[in-house]
DNA sequence: CCTGGAGTTGTCCTA
DNA sequence: TTAGGACAACTCCAG
């Protein structure tokens, strides 16, 4: 019987997985694993999650799973060696660096007779496949979506997970116990706890929850922070816990445009890895080079206010702040505060970048990468520059009571509606009516809106007369 | 190779 | 109050 290694990655769940229904219609004896790998580069909330998500796994598998720390290639060879296996098996991952270790140790193991098969469960199709008619990669959306994904339906694998045939042989008594010693942790990740559910079991409620509440009214209702239209499953997707023609079958028979916009959010996911595959250096190099040149501005006092929310402005510190403590922010917010680092204050979106990086739970190398290029303008599809949010016209259009603003910026929850989107615009005498002192209890806008786009305008403007 | 239409998410000013 | 145009010009994409 053949022995075969499943390495989870991305991809950590049993239902609907390629790598486990070959495992059973193959009647392989698997060892399930998990390398954490120390250099690798993983934010803090991911950090957080995937240990969660882990200990999921590691139940889903029946105890079974294998947790290793080190290097993959040389955890992997000692496993070949030590229990005579003769297959490894994953589903692909996307990235440059990540392609290239897959490659590695494809080779390596070749010499002991190790044969690597790699699938594709992660995204709904493999972005090698993804192209134009002239063979080359699509640089903008809608026709990415309408050659590609509109009007496709998807099929499920159908086994039962019972049937999967574990190598006996216990690496982890305790995989809870490993995991604290090998993935640190730190202190405001508690807070998380109260706000997650990480896991096969925890994704799938999440997407029963929003088909029955969510999706009715969501091509209108997730521009609405303040509302529960969005599905909350993006974490679930980035660890793989889910899978995503699974999300997407669920919507495919329900013809009204609320399920469509869902699927196009999906659709955007894949094209966010169809140009990371296509175009590595999405994360860290404009797409378009003439931003190489541009002068962004390096305000590290600006940069840590819009961090900690205290921008002043209330969307944007409600949603930083909602990204702080939950490790996660509304859709609509990302992109006004997005715009607000790139345009306004002028500073790079890698810092941006990095900043979600670190703190988003859903924190995703190619949508993130996409998505910061877009906003800053400097990407594929992107903004035009004169596209600049106005953080106070989009708080009074999506948080028109400001609820949302309440909820994450507490100090502010006594102004009354028409004021809470700018309290700066009050005097200090109905501001002490309202409990707030500018300067001490909230701070003042950082920067002034109107200036600061004008100097934002004419700084692109600059730029998209030079040559690219 | 040429041509014409189109391109996620906005804001501001003017009439 | 509201609707329309300016904000630029470019690249992408399909025929």
Known sequence: MVKSIIWFRNDLRVSDNAVINYCIENKR????????????SLGSASKWWLKQSLISLDKSLKGSLALFEGEPNKVLLDLVNNHGIKEILWNARYLKDDINQDNDIKNIVKNHDVNCITFHSCLLKNPQNTLKKDAT???????????????MTYELFNYNTEEIDFIDCKYNEQISKILDSTIKTEKWHQKLLSEWTPGEAGAQKKLKVFLS?????YSEGRNRPDKQHTSMLSAHIRFGEISIREI????????????EVFYKELVWREFSYHLLYHFPHLVDTNLQKKFDNFKWLD????????????????????????????????????MIVGSFLVKNLLIHWKYGQEWFWDTLVDADIASNSA????????????????????PVTQSKKFD???????????????IPNKYIHLPSELDDKSLI?????????YPYPIVDLSITRERALSAFKKLSKSTS
Request: net charge neutral; proline share 6%; no cysteine.
């Open 29 to 40: 004896k698997v060892l399930p694993i998990y390398i954490y790998d120390p250099f690798t």
């Open 137 to 151: 990669p699509f640089k903008v959306y809608t026709p990415f979506y309408k050659q590609q994904y509109q009007d």
């Open 213 to 217: 509440d969510g999706l009715n009214g």
């Open 248 to 259: 997407a079958k669920s919507v495919e028979k329900i013809k009204t445009e609320d399920a």
């Open 299 to 334: 305000n590290q006092d600006h940069l840590k206010s819009w961090q900690k929310g205290m921008t002043g402005y209330p969307i944007i510190d409600a949603g930083m702040r909602q990204l702080y403590e939950t490790g996660y922010m509304h859709n609509r917010v990302r």
């Open 371 to 390: 998505s910061w290029q877009w906003v800053a303008g400097t990407g594929a599809d992107a903004a035009p520059y004169f596209r600049i949010f106005n």
């Open 400 to 414: 028109p009571d400001g609820d949302y603003i309440r909820k994450y910026v507490p100090e502010l929850k006594n």
């Open 433 to 441: 009516e309202y409990g707030v002192k500018l300067g001490s209890d």
